[in-house]
């Protein structure tokens, strides 16, 4: 979230969108009431993993069908579209000036991430986010730090 957020020069958002309602989504959630966030919405296929999920955080609610026409940033945490070219969400149900986050990844970006991109939404994938997991890995087991500009060089080069 921190690099889409710093890329486009966006505040932490206020109200988000969290498709899912696993392990991803709880983590997001962490973040955003962590943060400050006012409301985070849950979006699950399992609409009672959703509101089990929701009832954990004081800053969620679950919710069905579409995003809210407020969200600010609306955050893939399922593995949709990590092998195959399915959406999480319609481009098209992704409310006009919200930001959009994947936290799956491809070479080339997602194709949820590029189809958002060409409906003018501010888009990015899990690549960051992967590239800052590795790099506080191997800091915890070198005692040194992380070379970022040679780990993201390694991914792109997957």
Not at 22 to 45: M, N, Q
Not at 88 to 107: E, K, Q
């Amino acid at each position: 979230v921190e690099s889409l957020l710093a890329e486009s020069g966006r505040p932490w958002p206020r109200r988000m969108t969290v498709l899912g309602a696993g392990g991803a989504a709880r983590a997001v959630l962490t973040a955003a009431e962590a943060r400050g966030s006012e409301r985070v919405d849950v979006i699950a296929r399992d609409a009672m993993r959703g509101a089990y999920l929701a009832a954990e955080f004081a800053v969620a609610r679950a919710v069905t069908g579409a995003p809210p026409p407020d969200t600010e940033l609306v955050v893939n945490a399922t593995p949709v579209g990590l092998r195959d070219d399915a959406h999480p969400l319609s481009p098209d149900l992704v409310p006009r000036g919200a930001a959009v986050l994947d936290l799956t990844y491809r070479p080339g970006g997602t194709p949820w991430v590029n189809a958002c991109r060409s409906t003018g939404h501010i888009a990015a994938d899990g690549t960051e986010m992967l590239l800052a997991q590795g790099a506080l890995a191997f800091e915890r087991f070198t005692g040194r730090s992380a070379d970022l500009d040679v780990m993201r060089a390694a991914l792109a080069g997957r």
